[in-house]
């Protein structure tokens, strides 16, 4: 299950999400050529990624930042634009472009520190920008709990879209979240839920400000819990490619 669209344009260009997106794909094609080389790549995150270890002994603080627009793979990469594409636009609306892009910093570098939080001593090296965009996500909750997202659902070889409130969708991937940091171990690798969980929780601290300003929960009664703008409609359109009815075939008699 994951997000492919919401149905809430935003009232201005997200230049920020924009730019930000742009940066990480830059940064990323910038070294893809060396991810194949073991001894070069693992220098390059010595210097850039998010090592604890190497923040418990006070050095590196810079990485809380410059881990966050480092990526692993390509699925990796584009697993996050996605999201940040979907999420970015409406949150960059409200809380404007530079109050947004500090937001954005913030949310990704408390992210991190929580990762560091969860297992200090660890070698292993974080990258991603998925716990700023976590934040981000949180931030969409808090403002947007009924916004509606189209979410696309795989089981084996059935796939349905399916037009849900934007509080379901997150809250089951925070939830996802929360049980996969209980449930792992930092110091093997793979995903770095508390850094998921840590950036979401912080995108909804940090957005609690402008929530109230806005009103709090008279802000839900006048927006019903959606972006201010009017909400988009789509509809599936039918294919073009003919279908081809199967022939009945006769039974066949036991001198086959």
């Known amino acids: ?39 070069l790549i693992s220098g390059f995150w010595a210097d850039w990624a998010l090592v604890p270890a190497r923040l418990d002994q006070g050095q ?26 979907i999420f970015g636009d409406n949150v960059e609306d409200e809380m404007g472009h530079i109050g947004y892009l500090l937001f954005y ?13 969860s297992a200090p001593f660890s070698t292993v090296p974080t990258v991603g920008a998925s716990g700023a965009i976590a934040g981000v996500m949180g931030a969409y909750l808090l403002l947007f709990p009924k916004a509606k997202v189209d979410i ?13 409130p934007a509080w379901i969708m997150l809250a089951v991937w925070f939830a996802l979240q ?39 929960p008279s802000f839900w009664e006048r927006t019903e819990g959606h972006p201010p703008h009017p909400e988009a409609h789509y ?8 279908k081809v009815p199967r022939r009945q075939q006769r039974p066949r008699g036991p001198w086959s």
């Open 105 to 117: 910093l913030v949310a990704g570098a408390a992210a991190g520190w929580v990762q560091y939080l």
């Open 152 to 164: 696309l659902i795989i089981f084996i070889i059935f796939f349905r879209i399916f037009p849900i």
């Open 1 to 39: 299950m994951f997000p492919i669209r919401d149905h809430n344009p935003s009232g201005r260009t997200p230049y920020v999400t924009y730019i930000l997106m742009a940066a990480n794909v830059g940064i990323f094609l910038s070294y893809v050529g060396i991810m194949q080389d073991a001894r």
């Open 60 to 85: 590196g603080g810079y990485t809380l930042i410059s881990s966050m627009f480092l990526h692993g793979g390509w699925m990796h990469l584009i697993g996050n634009m996605l999201f940040l594409f």
């Open 235 to 242: 509809t599936l359109v039918k294919s073009s490619v003919p």
């Open 178 to 216: 929360f049980v996969g940091g209980v449930g792992s171990d930092p110091d093997a690798g793979g995903v770095a839920y508390w850094a998921h969980a840590g950036g979401f929780i912080a995108g909804v601290i940090l957005t609690i400000p402008a929530w109230l300003r806005r009103g709090g």
